[in-house]
């Protein structure tokens, strides 16, 4: 969703991925799989422009994905947030 964290988003899709008992061994092919139907939006549409075949590997998805969604700049600008952060 537009409004998600992506973050969150992986952290829930890994959670419902660790429930359903996969052996370890799978688990690249089934996130490779699942992935797109987590998705919805902007980032359904992300993911379709990329040509088929050229996300191969579950690790260049995460990267790519939280680097659309959740750039440096913003972990830059949340971690300044919490390093400033004084209670009045």
């Known amino acids: 969703m537009d409004h998600e964290n ?6 829930i ?3 419902l991925i660790g429930t359903m008992g996969f052996e370890e061994r799978d ?3 089934v996130y490779l799989r699942l992935f797109p139907f987590s998705l919805a939006g902007k980032a359904k549409e ?3 422009s990329y040509p088929n ?5 579950w690790s260049n ?3 790519k994905f939280l680097n659309r969604f959740f750039p440096l700049s913003w ?3 949340a971690i300044s947030d919490i390093s400033t952060f004084r209670e009045d």
């Open 53 to 57: 075949h050229s996300l191969n590997t």
């Open 13 to 15: 899709l890994y959670e």
């Open 27 to 29: 688990l690249e092919l």
């Open 46 to 48: 992300w993911l379709k």
């Open 6 to 11: 992506p973050c969150t988003h992986l952290s």
């Open 75 to 77: 972990f830059i600008k």
């Open 61 to 63: 998805i995460e990267e």
